[in-house]
Each structure stands twice: as structure tokens, then as C-alpha cells.
């Protein structure tokens, strides 16, 4: 039996806290109940919007149709060998729970993505990253149901064209699939390499006195860096880092050096220079503002937020306006994380 809910509040169901109104929603727990959900005339209706933890979405207004929460739980070790183990995780799992479940097993690979918000099933769709983690580094394959067929289909690796903070579920196949599990293959602690490339996470290691960091350990270093630059959305309504640190070439690098010497910059593999947003957006004036109760977070110029007053299309307005500033002034363009619903 389907349960719908009419004229449901979504505040609960993203991070921003915008108190748009959905039209019907449900909250599916299997994918039998999914797959059952497809064939009935509420869906075949209904324009729909599936959503994970909302945690990487802006409700810009009402929803005139179906919202499905994904609640598919489960996480299981499905294969294993002297080195490495693969876990399978239901779409519906929290991400960071996840994540510690995986450093209390001391299964390496996800320590530097601790603390991220959101579900397992939306992961692939974004490519999450920190700290020079992405799951594309870990990510063995994922199930998903084709919503024209109600089929499950797997994805590999290739298949999910992965890119920085992109997929093939951002476009070609965006709304065409409900990601219903993940597996990840991760190297048990003895056969895993931490990654520790990032300065900040080493400052905070050498501070406390950590010369040789466990899994556990770096976990912990991430979440003390997080949790004193982002905001936790329980607090104030935010869906953490707005925009992608773009990435230019090295040409267009050099000419920034000259003019702002202490530009922060990470060369990646290809040669070309990933800026921070939030430091470019902070030079350019725009940490702390305030508008129409909604603004750029005091402490960290990548995070807008919502004062509790203000409305989905007010961030909006705000972050064209961030980058058109961004774009005048050091001829960038900033592309947001955040999808606009």
C-alpha cells in the first residue's frame, strides 16, 4: 500500500530549510515499492522530483507534482579479498553514517569525504569530493531503476562519466534513473594509502601531535575542519559549498598571480589550476552580506544561506549576482553545485 502525503511541506526534506510545498509526496523504502510506485496513476500523472537528503538542491518555488524520498537502507559486504572489500549500500543511506561504518571497520577509501551531507544515492550523481578524494576513486558500480521501465540497471565506472562534480545523471540521463544502490571497493587499513595532499589536513594531524595518522584519525581531522568552516544546516539553512572551485589554465593563472600574489591554487594532474571559490568570492567583498534573508555565510564565503526569512529564488538572486561580480572582476565564471529545482 503507497502512502501519499498531499500539500506536504518539503522544509524537512532540504537543507536550506525553504518551506516549499509539494503537491504529493511519498517516501519509498524498497525497490519493489519504487517499482510498484511506477505503474500507479499518481506517478503516471504527476511531474516528479526525486530527492535524496536535500542537501545539494534550491527549491525555487512550490512543486507541482510527485516528490519521492528515497529511504532505501541496507549496507552490505558483498565480495572480499586479502586487500580490499566491496560494500553495496542502499541509495537511501546517509552518507556520513556510511562513512563511519566504513572507519569503524578500518575499510579505507572515504575518510576524506567525512561529514559531507546527504545520501549514498546521490553521491555518484555529483561526483562528491574533498581533500583530493573523489568517489570516483573508490566507486565499483552502482544499481539504478530505469523510471520508463522500471528495470534495474548497472553502471560502471564508464558508464557514470564521471567528471569534477558531474555524471551522466547531471545530464544525458538526468531524471531518467532512481539510484538504488552503490558499491564501493575499499583497501582494508594495513594495504591503504591515505591521502594527505592537502596541507590543511597535515596542520591539523601535526597539531595534535599525530605523526603516524590512522584511517580514523584523518576522518577526524576532516570533520574538525569542516565543522569550523562550514555551518551545520541544523543551525542555519545552507547546502554547503554553493559553487565549484573552477579550474583554469595556467596562462590565465600566471596573469591572476601578478595582480593577487596569495591567490590559494591546487595544481591537478592535467596542469591546469583549481582556484577557491570561496576566496575568490570573499576578495570580491561578498562574505557576510546580507539581502532579503538570505546571505553569504560570515565564516566562509562559499556557503549562502538562509536567515530563515528568505525564499529559494532570493538565493538565487543572490548567487547571479555573486557571479557577475566573480566574472568582472577576475574574469571567471563560477558554475554552482547546487541544482535548481
Sequence with gaps: MLNFLKSESLRSYNTFGFSAVADLLIEINTIEEFQLLLESKEWKENSHLILGGGSNILLTDDFHGLVVINKISGIKKVAEDDETVTVKVGGGVNWHEFVLFTINNDWGG??????????????PMQNIGAYGIEIKDTFENLEAVNLESGEIESFNTDACKFGYRESVFKHKLKGKYLIVSVSFRLHKKNFHKLSLEYGVIRDVLEQRDINKPSIKDVSNAVIEIRESKLPNPAEIGNSGSF?????????????????YPSIPSYELESGQIKLAAGWLIEKAGWKGYEENGVGVHHKQALVLVNHGQGRGRDILNLAKKIQSSIQSKFGIELSPEVNFI
Design 110 to 123: 572515504l575518510e576524506n569525504l567525512s561529514l559531507i551531507p546527504g545520501t549514498v544515492g546521490a553521491a
Design 243 to 259: 559553487f565549484k572551485n573552477p579550474i583554469i589554465d595556467s596562462f590565465q593563472f600566471e596573469a591572476l598571480k601578478e595582480q
